[in-house]
């Protein structure tokens, strides 16, 4: 399961860095959303067609991939919403703190108890959350680095609790159907195309120019959503999701001071150390 998870790191930071990269270039929220979420639906269903012992579809099943592709779609476009209003190091440290709301999903809905190694590691993740937003809000940014704060703000709190609660029906979905996921997993991709057409009607949501990153951001989505199943079905969210968030958020860091010439102070430093150290934790907690 180790390797399973530092996969899913890969993937989640490449993703984070392509979205990056795409809001940079003056992309709508909503168009990278729609292409995203159109072209993830057709490699999972593409998955599904060569892996069908893993395609199992039941009203419960598609009830579950469409609460999660509803959460997903918002959090998504929130994420990139927030992303070309705000610093990338601002995003890449508040949104993952969204993890908690499966842990306590865990803790009191399935009554599980986790290792004293797993409470240290989420303590030592959630410091190091806490030190890298207070590292970012001490730092002074100046012209296209200030933040719209309303726009900002309503965008990273959307995500945060739809992320959250995506993961929390993720835990679910991956308790009820085992390895069974892709009828799940490509639910989740169609009612997230649905949800943007809806949300977003009347705008022009495609435009040749985001394929090439829509593409890759797909594949390795798929990629990662379909080894997050697997690793659920044998870890508790409590280990799987500070673990898959809070790798991100340290390479996320290094990338906005090396890549994006974002300043990171001596707090900042602090809390990567924290991170690393939190992430040491819920890798024993597996074990």
């Not at 159907?177 to 705008?203: D, P, S």
């Amino acid at each position: 399961m180790s390797i399973f998870l530092l996969l899913i790191v890969c993937c989640i930071c490449i993703n984070n860095l392509v979205m990056k990269l795409m809001m940079d270039k003056g992309y709508a929220p909503e168009t990278l959303t729609f292409t995203f979420f159109c072209f993830a639906g057709i490699f999972a269903a593409a998955v599904s067609c060569f892996w069908a012992d893993r395609f199992v579809l039941s009203p419960k099943i598609v009830m579950l991939g469409i609460l999660a592709g509803v959460a997903g779609a918002v959090a998504t476009q929130n994420f990139m919403r927030a992303l070309a209003t705000g610093l990338y190091s601002y995003i890449n440290v508040i949104i993952p703190g969204s993890f908690i709301i499966p842990v306590i999903y865990s803790i009191v809905v399935w009554n599980e108890t986790i290792k004293i190694e797993g409470w240290v590691g989420i303590g030592l993740v959630l410091l190091s959350l806490l030190l890298l937003a207070l590292a970012n809000n001490g730092s002074k940014h100046q012209g296209k680095d200030k933040v719209r704060f309303g726009i900002w703000l309503m965008a990273v709190g959307l995500c945060f609790i739809f992320n959250g609660l995506a993961q929390v029906v993720h835990s679910e979905a991956a308790k009820y159907i085992q390895r069974q996921f892709l009828g799940f997993i490509t639910t989740f991709y169609l009612t997230g195309i649905i949800g943007t057409v809806v949300t977003n009607y009347g705008k022009k949501l495609f435009i040749r120019e985001v394929i090439p990153g829509s593409v890759i951001m797909a594949m390795i989505s798929v990629t990662s959503f379909m080894l997050t199943m697997t690793v659920l079905t044998k870890l508790s969210p409590a280990v799987v999701f500070p673990f898959t968030v809070g790798a991100p958020v340290i390479v996320g860091l290094v990338l906005s001071k090396y890549l994006f010439h974002e300043k990171v102070n001596t707090i900042g430093y602090a809390g990567i150390v924290a991170g690393i150290a939190g992430i040491v934790f819920l890798y024993f907690a597996t074990i």
